[in-house]
């Protein structure tokens, strides 16, 4: 089974730039994550969809951030403009689905490494 | 909101030997889950091991187990005969019962093994 496919690896822009992260979750997960994880930090939760609709996006800079899940497969993650406090390591996970009260794991991606300079 | 504590940044225990890693939680609900999760360098987050509330017995898997406090709120991660490829980050994480709500993460402790 493949797992969750992140790309790019690595980014690094300058500020004020835009950039955009892609995601592809395991065949047959409705539920979609994306996580920011700051250095030295625990993954804090960006923003969840069930299938293409978002169902929780309570933490997501949403002045400078967007997420779309189009189709309810792939994802992409944007940030416009970047900041320097926006380096960190930006996860995608997804499980089977959650909200149908099915609680099984979560998968996570290799994440992508953003470097704002 | 929920938190998760983890209080020791950084553990250190020789190969074989066995480790604790400690993880304390706030939450006013009843019905929750519970997990301990390893980022090695490659940054993947691998499930080590899952809690649900409402069981009293604690969980194991293999070389892995938990030592679960509901009342105290504790969840502690055991790992025994530790090998090498052991050392990474260990996270603790909590997952309300049911509906939204992502994996709320605890800050981590790095784990290093000693030969």
Redesign the interface.
């Known amino acids: 089974e493949a797992g969750v496919a992140q790309s790019p690896r690595y980014k690094i822009i300058e500020k004020r730039q835009s950039v955009a992260f892609w995601c592809n979750p395991i065949s047959g997960h409705a539920t979609l ?1 994306w ?1 920011q994880q700051i250095l ?6 960006l923003i ?1 969809f ?1 299938n293409n609709g978002v ?2 996006d309570s933490q997501l800079p949403k002045d400078r951030f967007s997420a779309e899940r189009l189709k309810g497969v792939d994802s992409t993650l944007k940030i416009q403009p970047a900041k320097l406090e926006d380096s960190a ?1 930006y ?1 995608c ?1 997804s499980s089977l689905d ?2 149908a ?1 099915v ?1 099984t ?2 998968f ?4 992508t ?1 953003l470097t704002v300079v | 909101a929920q938190t ?1 504590t983890q209080s020791q940044p950084e553990m250190s225990v020789q190969e074989a030997e066995t480790v604790t890693l400690s993880c304390t939680y706030d939450t006013s609900e009843s019905d929750y ?1 519970l997990f301990w ?1 390893k980022q090695p360098p ?6 080590v091991i ?1 809690q ?1 509330a409402y069981k009293q017995q604690n969980a194991t898997e293999n070389r892995f187990s938990v030592n679960f406090q509901k009342a105290a709120k504790s969840f502690s991660l055991k790992i025994s005969d530790s090998q090498l490829g052991d050392a990474a980050m260990y ?1 603790c ?1 909590y ?1 309300p ?12 402790t790095h784990l290093i093994i000693q030969p």
């Open positions: 994550y996580y030295g930090q625990g993954p804090k939760l969840q069930q169902v929780d390591v996860l996970a959650w909200l009260g609680n794991e979560a996570f991606g290799q994440g490494r | 998760v889950y999760y490659s940054r993947q987050m691998i499930l899952r649900e996270f994480a997952h019962g049911g509906g939204a709500d992502g994996l709320t993460f605890g800050k981590g």
